[in-house]
């Protein structure tokens, strides 16, 4: 089985910065994308930030120079730095992996259970 843990989120004030963190775990053979989705109340889930493992990345217009993605792919774990936050970024942060488990499957995505930023003005 695969564990995806995040850990970061909090309350912040508008102008400030957090950094989530996401590990994977389990009996992984290989990652080949890791990214950041965001959940706001009534709001459909969306794509915030992905890399893949070359570190090319693909951001969210709404967050292009404001918050970047990076990857320890040593410790299977990606990170997202978000800085100048705005009250519209206030939502719950899913990490995603796009992994597989062995050599003779093809891969498949995974989530974590989510870590709450909630920017205050």
């Known amino acids: 089985q695969v564990q995806l843990v995040e850990s970061g989120g909090g309350l912040v004030q508008t102008g400030g910065s957090l950094r989530l963190s996401c590990a994977a775990s389990g009996n992984i053979f290989s990652i080949n994308a890791m990214g950041w989705y965001r959940q706001a109340p009534g709001k459909q889930r969306e794509l915030v930030a992905a890399?893949?493992?070359?570190?090319?990345?693909n951001y969210a217009d709404s967050v292009k120079g404001r918050f970047t993605i990076s990857r320890d792919n040593a410790e299977n774990t990606v990170y997202l730095q978000m800085n100048s936050l705005k009250a519209e970024d206030t939502a719950v942060y899913y990490c995603n992996a796009d992994l597989r488990l062995s050599a003779v499957r093809n891969s498949r995505r995974y989530w974590g259970q989510g870590t709450q930023v909630t920017v205050s003005s």
């Open positions: 890399i893949t493992t070359t570190g090319n990345t």
